[in-house]
C-alpha cells in the first residue's frame, strides 16, 4: 500500500517524523508538501494533491495528513469521491463500545467499519508517541467488509 503524506505549517515537523517511521513499517511513501517550513502556508492545495491521489486508487493507497487540528484538513480531503478522511487528535477519555458491547478504539473503528483510507492528524494535540500509535493502527486495520459497512461506504460515494 502507498502512504501519502501531506502537511501545513503547523505540522510540518510532524510529517517529518512520521514518514520515515511508516516507511519502517514497510509501506511506500510520497510526500505532497510542504517541502519547507513556511508559516504561511495554506493547507488546502496540500490537502487536496493528497486526496487526489487517494481519489484515484481508493483501495490500494491511503493518506495521513495533518494541520494543527486536523479538522479542515479533513474537509478539504473529503471533497474528493472515493476519500474518507477522518480527524484523530487522540482517544476519548472514557472507553466506548459498539451495539454488541465489544470495546472500540478510534483508529481501529474507522478502518474496520467506515473503510477510512485517510487519517487526519491534529498536530497540536497529539504527542509524537500518540500519533505513531495512531498511524501504525490505522494502516494496520483493515476494512472489515462486513455487508452493512460495505453498504454505507458505498452510500458516501452515491452523490459526489
Known sequence: MRVIFAADHAAFALKEILKPFVFSLGYD??????DVFD???DYVPFMQAAARLVSANPH???AIIMGASGQGEAIAA???KGVRAVVYYGEPE??????VGNILDMTGSVRN???ANVLS???????EKEAK???KKFLATPFSAVPRHMRRVQQLDENI
Open 60 to 62: 490500494n493507497t491511503c
Open 78 to 80: 473529503n471533497r474528493f
Open 113 to 115: 467499519h467506515n473503510d
Open 94 to 99: 472514557h472507553p466506548q463500545t459498539d451495539a
Open 121 to 127: 492528524l491534529g498536530a497540536r494535540f497529539l504527542s
Open 39 to 41: 508559516p504561511d502556508d
Open 29 to 34: 511513501i510520497e510526500d505532497v508538501g510542504a
Open 133 to 135: 500509535q495512531a498511524v
